[in-house]
């Protein structure tokens, strides 16, 4: 099953500018809040809008089967590529690119069956 889905960052701005860390607590694991505190704001906003995007994409392909973004969790491997968790375990069968441009976060993902 293919999931996708493309955010507009500025929309996440506003979002983290408005609520701030309630915002991030509802869309990021602890593991991700670590990564993303790591960063200046810009990257964390285009951070944060990615990670929306890659959870809404993997939602998607499991058949919108999850019912919170804190089930999902976007790590990264050796070489970068994205480790995707669900409910602590790793989902071997599920590829995930996430990309972003200056005004856009996109992800898609791919359920092998």
Known sequence: ??????????????????FGEKVVKKILTDNEIKLFNQF?????????AGRFAAKESVIKSLNKQIVSFRDIEILRSD????????RDKVLDNLELSISHTKNYAMAISLLKE
């Open 40 to 48: 200046n704001k810009n990257r964390k906003i285009e951070f944060l």
């Open 79 to 86: 070489t970068g590529k994205p480790v995707v968790k669900v």
């Open 1 to 18: 099953m293919l999931g996708c889905d493309l955010v507009e960052i500025d929309r996440v701005r506003k979002l983290y500018e408005k």
